[in-house]
């Protein structure tokens, strides 16, 4: 059974950051593109950032620069070190994998920046 836990949230004021982490069983991780979302009240989740298998990096638009994708594949790990957080970043924050066409959510970590 794949599963994924993240952690790392937390309510931080604008312009500070924090390191979320998603660490995922069941699966042979370093073949895999693991993605982080983020869904905010009233929101459709959004895609923000993307790693694949062989380390190709993809960003939102309104991350790049401040936001990066990392992985760990001996502890089946992907990180999102977010930096100059803004309030429009407070979201709750997802991880995703895709598994035969399948795609695994994490339950998210919530992420609250105050201005």
């Known amino acids: 059974q794949v599963q994924l836990v993240e952690s790392g949230g937390g309510l931080v004021q604008a312009g500070e950051s924090l390191r979320l982490s998603c660490t995922a069983s069941g699966i042979i991780f370093r073949v895999y593109t693991l993605n982080w979302h983020r869904q905010a009240p009233g929101k459709q989740r959004e895609l923000v950032s993307t790693?694949?298998?062989?380390?190709?990096?993809h960003y939102a638009d309104s991350v790049k620069g401040r936001f990066t994708i990392s992985r760990d594949n001996a502890k089946s790990t992907v990180y999102l070190q977010m930096n100059s957080l803004k309030p429009e970043d407070t979201a709750v924050y997802y991880c995703?994998?895709?598994?035969?066409?399948?795609?695994?959510w994490g339950r998210g970590t919530q992420v609250t920046v105050s201005s």
């Open positions: 995703r994998v895709d598994v035969f066409g399948r795609s695994v």
């Open positions: 790693i694949s298998a062989g380390d190709n990096t």
